[in-house]
């Protein structure tokens, strides 16, 4: 089981960027799905989650200018960014609970390999 993701880059302060994950590999189920972001000298933090069912949640500093979104069908999640700031700057992760299809079932915590994203102009 993996998660790949893509679509970081440079882009100006209040531009836009849309960031996808895919999970691929022998998988049962997934669970709550998710991006976090990790800043030069801070702390990897969440920046938004959604649950199988939809339900999201997001960092307060995000609230208004991201959407998350997930196709259960195609094992995926996004981020659509908007009206990014230079805060914004950071390497960005997928992480999603995953249960494999084989072995015993339980959910595990899988991370993506990161994509950076800077806002600068």
């Known amino acids: 089981v993996q998660l790949q993701a893509s679509g970081g880059g440079l882009v100006q302060p209040g531009g836009s960027l849309m960031l996808s994950c895919a999970a691929s590999?022998?998988?049962?189920?997934?669970?709550?799905m998710g991006w976090y972001r990790q800043a030069p000298g801070n702390q990897r933090e969440l920046v938004a989650s959604?649950?199988?069912?939809?339900?999201?949640n997001y960092a307060q500093t995000v609230k208004g200018r991201f959407t998350i979104s997930r196709d259960n069908a195609k094992n995926t999640v996004s981020l659509q960014m908007n009206s990014l700031k230079p805060e914004d700057t950071a390497v960005y992760y997928c992480n999603a609970e995953i249960a494999r299809a084989t072995g015993a079932f339980y959910y595990r915590t899988y991370w993506g390999q990161g994509t950076q994203v800077t806002v600068s102009s």
């Open positions: 590999g022998s998988i049962r189920s997934i669970n709550d």
């Open positions: 959604i649950s199988r069912g939809g339900s999201t």
